[in-house]
């Protein structure tokens, strides 16, 4: 089992936010049957502000190149993609296009 932490900014107002919020508690089944179909076995966000945190944590078959080109054949995920960047907005030092970021893991209690 590998763990990734995820970064992405939601648009500073408090109704998009809200929205946003709403959406999360209520994911379409397509959306979350493409997650476990990639590897993804457990997902969580975190939110601060317009500051969002994701954890997951994957199996051997995950791959984020993989997730991607499945996402990308996927009408469901495409449309639930492209809601999403009504409320969100990329991180300062994101690539064109690219929503959550990778964060580097600079600590681990053990």
């Known amino acids: 089992m590998r763990r990734y932490g995820l970064a992405l ?3 500073d107002d408090p109704v998009l936010i809200a929205e946003y919020e709403a959406y999360h508690r209520a994911v379409w089944p397509e959306i979350k049957a493409a997650i476990t179909a990639s590897g ?3 997902m969580e ?3 601060f502000g317009n500051r969002l945190f994701m954890l997951m944590d994957v199996n051997d078959t995950f791959s ?3 997730k991607a080109a499945s996402d990308a054949k ?3 995920v495409q449309e ?3 809601l999403m960047w009504k409320y ?3 991180l300062p030092g994101a690539k064109p296009g690219e ?3 990778i964060m580097d893991k600079i600590f681990e209690l053990i």
């Open 45 to 47: 966000i975190y939110r």
């Open 88 to 90: 969100q907005q990329a």
């Open 99 to 101: 929503k959550w970021v």
């Open 74 to 76: 996927n009408d469901k």
């Open 9 to 11: 900014d939601l648009q």
């Open 40 to 42: 993804i076995e457990q």
């Open 80 to 82: 639930w993609e492209q």
């Open 64 to 66: 984020f190149e993989a």
